[in-house]
């Protein structure tokens, strides 16, 4: 059984996955898996600190990398 949660402001029923989000530092950009609570549509999701880790470590990345780029 597929867990699941009411969004508290759309009122949509949310279910537990994984989804691609691309994470953007200036020109550069990364695709990470990030889990989460989204509803069937690509609207509103929920993701709490955990979740957001690789999003979180793949921007602090693109960060080192676009000063590593700069002239």
Do not use: N
């Not at 889990?35 to 609207?43: F, I, T």
């Amino acid at each position: 059984m597929t867990e699941t949660r009411i969004h508290p402001e759309t009122g949509k029923i949310l279910r537990r996955a994984t989804r691609a989000h691309t994470v953007r530092f200036g020109a550069i950009e990364r695709v990470v898996q990030a889990p989460g609570w989204y509803p069937e549509d690509d609207s509103d999701s929920l993701h709490s600190g955990a979740d957001l880790a690789k999003a979180d470590q793949a921007f602090s990345e693109l960060q080192v990398a676009s000063v590593e780029q700069a002239p």
